[in-house]
């Protein structure tokens, strides 16, 4: 599967002689137990949370200071070694997967909250820190990190960097990009620097959003300067029940053009809803053909008023009931509901493989009907629940891999579902990244030119192409340097529209 | 004042006979009316609208197309000449002063709206097109573009996108680089690629993103897909009064402290309330120390109550009065006096300088004195108008430059107030970007490491340091390579906090 990402570049396979070298290397640097290199403690950092096969890692390294990550990168490129930064590992498109018996630098261990500055509204926090205890560590001040993956109780800031992740509050917040001022990064040739700056929006060239969502193929963050979002004087949240995903996705289109920014506007259908109710026993409507889940945040009046507008805007398009939230409790609830869709799917088959694409909104039933479509040729069950407010589906096949030939079947559907999502006007990927996963659709959605200049950005931090190799670009369009060795520029003319 | 970005590099001095040649090309090219090379017609390509000194350009292209642009950058290429892109002019830090005798290409001739597509939210424009044209064009549709620079009659999108421009109504909206969904460039090197994407965020890293501020040294932009804003439902604008600038200060504190998201939020100080309604008669409190205009937009009850909140926060910080326009006409009319400004200080003095500065808006009234106090110092009028929402300052210090002394005065109080906004933990710029003006400040907010990887990221797009030089990054940080030409690579330590 992996093609070498340029044709000058020699493959790394190391000798064990090398291995033990460098182990002892960072041994010394860090400390024997913090560099890991048994197969026993290794095969936890052989994958992440999707079904891409794992890879052997060459050896792991568990960092607790910028001085150590340094260190451990300073290591590495004396041996030569590919690098693979790692946060939590709950990525979903392979992009933490070491290729190349990569040194694998996680900053688990690095994770504490340095600085809170909420009259300011930011925070410095560690990259290993856990996306909802930043929210809990800070919500005593009154304030909270505004993009909440589905995973935040396990997933990092570091890794939502590296991704770019989005959540269900994304959809007034804007992803995590919007959430970073500055990132201190350990580059890939060992220096450190500071990407972006706490004063405010810097001039210049936008290092720190080049770098948010680069899949640690740019270095890896040290320390993020995380913005704080004032918690609203009021949230409300109302679960509105349809026959149909079609009425639903025309009740979505409904409450956005009506001039309302909901915090958030999530769906879920019949199979996600009977998977979701049976787990977390939220008082879902069984008989619902899909539910939306809103949520509405600011000024005690002006949420009061929104509750009102959205619920005659779900009536009128066909809801059979709209329940509001009562209090805390029951709000809490809802989004348990939501949020452990990924863990009730266990009840029906042990695996699952949970796409993510973007479509334009006016589209969304449509697609869904594809994707059913899709899922019943494969035989296969799909639950859809997603980001409904910015068109982002996240199909979830479920399955059981011990049945054979079923993972040609999940691949098989999974690709029939980016294809149809792409055709339809979509993109790749709202908010789980490109990683391994999706690498090789990149040109159909980049031309060539485009894929040459990122390779060449890339080139400008990681010169060597040592930095989480094989991820994010296509084989081949990381040779933007060797293009202009040639007579002249290579001319592609760009299409448009 | 100009220093050479790199010590490797050749200053270009063209002799006369090339310039004969270049201009026979760029005619045969383009057509002999459009190629200008007259002292007299190159006069209004020498600067833009800030004070800084103006510079002779080689020659001046007015391209219609894509086409005539990418023969235009082939032949400068061919000639080993530097190359100016430029839109209105109405830039003021000297971002569009062409230096070198640069060729200037200026795409004020491709003003078109090409495709508008509301239900999609984009539309696909020339760069020519003014920003105010574009919301005419689009108004019946139901849609605006958002951005709103006090220039927006004058300025075009592609200049706001060269400078990543804001406006009043940014502080909901986000500036520019939010509403730019993808871009069609004619790259240093003659290519043609889109950057970015209409179906959706593009995954990858974000060329877009880096394009969008980058102020002429990465190519020209020869199409853009702008995003459509729908209009609200509602929209009411409010005028209160305070009688010093300290409580307008707190209101401002106060209102985004109470959870509310005005669209806009923007403050006018004494000297300038006065020079305004002497031009605008907008019915002004001539007697006031401050006054705020502020305004609410989004479904018709919604901002009813937020209209109610905004009166009782101001009336509780001290406004003595608080006015709700009416109407459409009295919106237009507060609106007209706020960005007349600029035109209204001509009553006062023939010449004005306008800075850009960002501060914490806790630090706001302080600042504010400070900037009084170097105004009077230097014995200059300075009159304040800026959006108090952001902490974006825009300080306007009005002379008469046939004054003996005046401009070197006006040059050490703007020095000052750089100074005294990034000592209190500000930036640069807001919405103006660097130019030439701030170049030279770039390393009081930006580390060694930080520029030396701008420049990098610059040499990407222009390897050979043509397009646009001397601009955005002070001499010495353009020599990315040369760093890594040395034995190893530079450490400078990296600053955090």
């Known amino acids: 599967m992996i093609i070498p990402a340029c044709g000058a570049r020699v493959a790394c396979v190391s000798s064990h002689y090398d291995d033990e070298q460098l182990v002892a290397a960072l041994r010394a640097a860090l400390s024997v137990d913090r560099v890991l290199d048994s197969p026993f403690e290794k095969v936890l ?47 979903l498109a392979g992009g933490t997967i070491p290729l190349e018996r990569a040194v694998v630098i996680t900053t688990t261990k ?9 009259h300011d509204g930011y925070a410095w926090v560690e990259p290993g820190l856990l996306n909802l205890d930043l929210t809990r560590a800070v919500s005593a001040r009154g304030v909270h990190y505004a993009p909440d993956p589905s995973s ?7 890794g939502n960097v590296g991704t770019n992740a989005g959540g269900p509050h994304c959809l007034l917040h804007g992803v995590t990009s919007a959430h970073i001022i500055a990132i201190e990064v350990v580059l890939p040739n060992g220096e450190i620097a500071v990407l972006g700056d706490i004063r405010g929006d810097a001039a210049g060239y936008d290092l720190r959003g080049v770098f948010v969502g680069s899949e640690g193929t740019m270095g890896i963050a040290t320390k993020i300067a995380v913005r704080l979002t004032p918690n609203p004087p009021a949230i409300r949240t109302l ?23 909901p915090a958030a506007l ?50 009128a398009q066909g809801a059979g009931s709209v329940r509001v939230a009562a209090d805390a409790t029951e709000r809490a609830l809802l989004w348990k509901a939501r949020k452990s869709a990924f863990g009730a799917i266990a009840n029906i088959k042990p695996n699952y493989y949970l796409h993510d694409c973007v479509v334009p909104r006016t589209r969304l ?39 054979p030939g079923v993972v040609d079947r999940v691949h098989e559907a999974g690709r029939q579902i980016i294809e149809v999502c792409i055709a339809a006007g979509g993109m790749l990927s709202g908010e789980h990244g490109i990683g391994l996963e999706k690498r090789d659709y990149m040109p159909l959605v980049f031309s060539a030119i485009d894929l040459d200049y990122q390779a060449r950005i890339r ?5 060597d192409q040592k930095w989480n190799p ?19 520029p290579v001319v592609v003319a760009g299409a448009w529209v």
């Open 152 to 158: 935040q109780q396990t997933c990092s800031i570091g």
């Open 470 to 488: 094989g991820k994010v670009l296509p084989g081949g369009s990381s040779c933007g340097e060797a293009l202009h060795d040639a007579s002249g």
């Open 110 to 118: 690095m994770n504490r909250v340095l600085e809170v500055h909420e």
């Open 365 to 403: 039933a449509e697609i869904m009907d594809e994707v059913t479509r899709i899922a019943d040729e494969q035989e296969l069950i799909v639950l859809n629940v997603f980001h409904a407010g910015d068109g982002n589906l996240h199909p979830l096949l479920v399955y059981d891999k011990r049945e």
């Open 45 to 91: 950092y052989a994958k992440d949370a999707s079904a891409i096969a794992p890879e052997d890692p060459g050896v792991v390294c568990l960092a607790t200071s910028t001085a150590e990550v340094a260190a451990a990168v300073a290591i590495a490129n004396r041996f030569g070694r590919s690098i693979t930064p790692r946060g939590s590992g709950t990525g």
């Open 266 to 315: 999530e769906m879920m259908d019949a199979n996600c809803i009977r998977a979701v109710e049976n787990w977390a026993h939220a008082g879902l409507p069984l008989d619902a053909g899909a539910v939306l889940l809103v949520e509405l945040e600011g000024v005690v009046d002006v949420v009061n008023d929104g509750v009102a507008d959205v619920s005659r805007i779900c009536t």
């Open 459 to 463: 080139l400008v931090f990681d010169p």
């Open 239 to 261: 679960l509105a029940d349809f026959s149909t995903i079609r009425e639903a996705s025309k009740a979505v289109s409904a409450i956005i053009a009506s001039g309302l920014l």
